[in-house]
């Protein structure tokens, strides 16, 4: 025979005909689905705590604890080489950022202009070069500066004149 209990089946007559119907188990239980449901927090009587006395027993180690590994608090972090350019083109926009929000008062125009410089007007000469001009007008020793000073009034990109153009020059 088997360790499996099974219920035992009887029957029962009807006028009708006859029926099997198992008989309920004492011991089984059972849930009423139609009870209301407790809820959440809320103790229900039919629910018991049983104490259950303990019979674990400690004993004592027999050698000394091993000692226990100590958790690093801050994990190293690997970054892959797109992470590190991912990271530096950030850090260089913040820098950015802020010497555009720091420095923006370094640079600043002025609504009026400066004093105008006295010129005269030349008209080049076949044969003139922009450094013979500069010679004619400049101190010595300050020919260079002439050159560079006749081209910024003029917006010359380069020293390279044409017969008939007028240049504005400074009086000297």
Same mark, same amino acid.
């Given at each position: 025979m088997s360790t499996l209990s099974i219920a035992r089946e009887t029957t029962r007559t009807s006028a009708a005909a006859r029926v099997r119907v198992p008989r309920p *188990?004492?011991?089984?239980?059972?849930?009423?689905?139609?009870?209301?449901?407790?809820? /959440?927090?809320?103790?229900?009587p039919a629910l018991q705590v049983l104490e259950v006395p303990s019979t674990v027993r400690t004993v004592a180690p027999l050698a000394a604890p091993a000692p226990q590994r100590q958790s690093r608090a801050v994990r190293q972090v690997r970054l892959t080489r797109r992470g590190r350019l991912t990271l530096t083109l950030?850090?260089?926009?913040?820098?950015?950022?802020?010497?555009?929000?720091?420095?923006?008062?370094?640079?600043?125009?002025? /609504?009026?202009?400066?004093?105008?410089?006295?010129?005269?007007?030349?008209?080049?000469?076949?044969?003139?070069?922009?450094?013979?001009?500069?010679?004619?007008?400049?101190?010595?020793?300050?020919? *260079?500066?002439?050159?560079?000073?006749?081209?910024?009034?003029?917006?010359?990109?380069?020293a390279t004149i044409a017969e008939g153009q007028k240049l504005a020059v400074p009086r000297g």
């Open positions: *188990r004492a011991s089984a239980p059972t849930f009423d689905f139609t009870a209301p449901v407790t809820a /959440l927090g809320q103790e229900d950030l850090f260089l926009g913040v820098v950015l950022t802020a010497m555009v929000a720091v420095g923006g008062s370094w640079a600043v125009a002025s /609504l009026g202009g400066g004093e105008p410089v006295p010129v005269r007007v030349v008209e080049v000469q076949p044969g003139d070069t922009l450094y013979g001009i500069a010679s004619s007008v400049a101190e010595p020793g300050e020919v *260079r500066e002439m050159v560079y000073e006749i081209q910024e009034l003029n917006s010359l990109p380069t």
